[in-house]
């Protein structure tokens, strides 16, 4: 209770400065509030108009906040500082296209659960895979979870929902190279400028965003090892590309390969050849790497990061060579053409995975090689290859019974 010079008790909130002029100060919902004035009746009439209009703004907002206005500024003040850089981008898409683009404009307060299971339901019609929906549906409990607890909705529409369908079909059986296959593709890279590049890939595991973060920096030929500190990302963003270096992917994926195999004779070869054609380019000002891409193992002829959809593109035109070069030989040799099965980035790293389980590594040592987070991930690699093993030893015995 504010007083007067003199004592006197003024009421909450005011009181009466050493200059004789008459103060209401106070903070409401977050609203500060400050009045001065010789006249105290003057004050007490400003602060309870002022105390009103900031009661009644929380409140208007409150009413009208649309669910996209809501997420907007969730996402901004609770979830950018919690996660990478290069999540932002899809975790902002994943809930517009899941949500946002369907119940985004309803006002928050009038959010119902049933709203909500429609628009999952419309997804599950249209054969959109759970996990896609899933990662909207978290994305949305988390953001009416907080706006439950900042008194904007009494309760969490979402608290109880869930999606529970899954693809039609088998799972699809996670690609990758034989060890014939792998001596394929390398012989098929011999005059490539990426082959240094595809050789690592094949001989580390590293992601395919590691592999475009490596900077020499990071390449210890004293110790003969590769330190994964960084990952490479690429987001498009209102139309412009944004090319940046973040935290690999977990706690985990922060390690020491060592060199294995012909890692230290490629890495050699990709530091002389670049350092030759980036010489030539920087002096014409063509060198494209600049700031923190200017260190990068692996990029372009031009310089340029060696990004996700590079990487892929080339992976998809080695194997398409291939094919080609398969078809003329098998017409030379008439017989029926062998096709090479289509790959990606993650199937060369999921090759290197498998090349530990025919070597016997421990699995143990193959997830710390591989950055997995979790033992599992690396023990499902390790119990597919072993039934295939099995599998094929069972097609043998029954060959020669059959025989």
């Given at each position: ?211 475009g973060g490596l900077k020499w920096e990071n390449v210890d030929f004293n110790k003969k090892e590769i330190r ?23 706690p985990n994926s922060i390690r020491n390969i060592p060199f294995i195999g012909e890692v230290e004779q490629m ?131 029954g060959s020669i019974i059959n025989g």
């Amino acid at each position: 209770m504010g007083k007067d010079n003199r004592g006197k008790e003024l009421g909450k909130c005011l009181y009466q400065r050493k200059d004789g002029r008459y103060e209401a100060r106070a903070t409401v919902n977050g609203i500060k509030i400050g009045i001065i004035d010789k006249d105290l009746n003057v004050v007490k009439f400003k602060y309870a108009e002022a105390r009103k209009q900031a009661e009644r703004s929380v409140d208007f907002r409150k009413c009208n906040i649309t669910l996209n206005e809501w997420f907007a500024e969730w996402f901004e003040r609770y979830k950018i500082p919690k996660v990478k850089q290069s999540s932002i981008v899809s975790m902002k898409r994943s809930y517009k296209n899941i949500f946002g683009n369907y119940i985004g404009d309803i006002k928050l307060n009038a959010l119902t659960t049933d709203h909500i299971q429609d628009v999952i339901n419309l997804h599950q019609k249209a054969g959109k895979a759970a996990s896609t929906v899933r990662n909207g549906l978290s994305l949305l409990q988390q953001c009416l979870e907080r706006a439950r607890n900042s008194c904007y909705i009494p309760g969490n529409p979402c608290y109880d929902l869930s999606v529970s369908w899954e693809r039609d079909g088998a799972p699809e059986e996670q690609r990758y190279l034989s060890s014939e296959e792998q001596k394929v593709f390398l012989e098929a890279v011999e005059d490539s400028w990426y082959k240094e590049m595809f050789y690592i890939m094949f001989y580390t595991g590293m992601r395919v965003g590691e592999v475009g973060g490596l900077k020499w920096e990071n390449v210890d030929f004293n110790k003969k090892e590769i330190r994964i500190r960084l990952s490479l990302s690429c987001n498009y963003e209102y139309g412009v590309k944004k090319q940046f270096l973040g935290t690999p992917k977990t706690p985990n994926s922060i390690r020491n390969i060592p060199f294995i195999g012909e890692v230290e004779q490629m890495l050699k070869s990709q530091k002389r050849k670049q350092d030759e054609i980036k010489r030539e380019l920087k002096a014409n000002g063509r060198w494209r790497s600049e700031g923190e891409l200017e260190d990068l193992v692996f990029t372009t002829t031009m310089g340029s990061p060696a990004t996700r959809y590079i990487v892929e593109k080339e992976v998809n035109k080695v194997v398409k060579d291939i094919n080609c070069s398969e078809q003329i030989h098998a017409v030379m040799e008439n017989r029926e053409p062998i096709e090479f099965e289509k790959a990606t980035p993650h199937a060369i790293r999921h090759s290197f995975c498998s090349r530990c389980y025919e070597m016997g590594i421990n699995v143990k040592v193959t997830q710390k090689l591989m950055g997995h987070a979790h033992l599992s991930t690396t023990s499902d690699i390790y119990t597919h290859m072993e039934k295939k093993v099995v599998t094929n030893e069972i097609e043998k015995f029954g060959s020669i019974i059959n025989g």
